[in-house]
């Protein structure tokens, strides 16, 4: 089985899609990355179709234009992500690592930004909900605080993400590329912080009783 067989009987298109960092909905709607789109309009299933822009096909198709690259290399790309085995019929050559183009670069740092600053808005919706004080008396906590100062900052970042404007967007990639690293890096601790005292609390409730 060649690569293209391998791949295409694996992996679906929404796999692939979430792999990229792209976002797809419990429904399979997206936001189609093949044009300005402001609302899922694409659906990802086993092949991909935006009913915006009309981009269809299937996972090897959704990765080359997505990444810009050859089909070939798009079926090699996929192979490698998720450890698919093949069989490859042409001689092993030494190649050089693709360069990446200024084009990819903004494109992938795109998408990152997207998939940060959604998943900081998931936080802050739950942190607002959450951490919503239950009596007038009661002292705001820092996350609830954060939620409120930060929400409508974020939601208009993700505004410029989204707009038609190619130089806006990549303007706010350059400008807030660091800090949507750092916020990263900031939710990851604080994942592990939660999977941490969540152990603890689990310890502890199966603790044995003394006697």
Request: aromatic fraction near 8%; include cysteine.
């Amino acid at each position: 089985m060649n690569v293209f067989e391998a791949v295409k009987q694996s992996v679906t298109t929404r796999q692939a899609a979430e792999h990229f960092g792209i976002r797809v909905g419990r429904n399979g709607m997206c936001v189609c990355p093949f044009h300005a789109d402001k609302n899922p309009s694409m659906k990802v299933d086993r092949r991909f179709h935006c009913f915006g822009c009309q981009a269809d096909g299937d996972v090897i198709d959704f990765v080359s234009r997505l990444e810009a690259v050859s089909p070939k290399e798009a079926a090699l790309m996929l192979a490698q992500a998720f450890s698919i085995p093949y069989e490859d019929k042409e001689p092993p050559r030494h190649r050089k690592p693709r360069q990446e183009t200024p084009e990819q670069r903004f494109h992938r740092m795109e998408r990152y930004c997207f998939r940060v600053l959604c998943d900081y808005r998931n936080l802050l919706r739950r942190w607002k909900r959450d951490y919503a004080p239950k009596t007038p008396d009661e002292d705001f906590h820092p996350l609830f605080v954060e939620a409120l100062q930060k929400q409508d900052y974020v939601d208009y970042l993700l505004d410029v993400l989204l707009s038609p404007d190619m130089e806006e967007r990549a303007a706010l990639i350059i400008d807030c590329g660091k800090e949507v690293s750092n916020l990263e890096i900031r939710m990851e601790e604080l994942a592990a912080g939660d999977t941490a005292g969540r152990r603890t609390d689990h310890t502890r409730s199966t603790a044995a009783p003394e006697r």
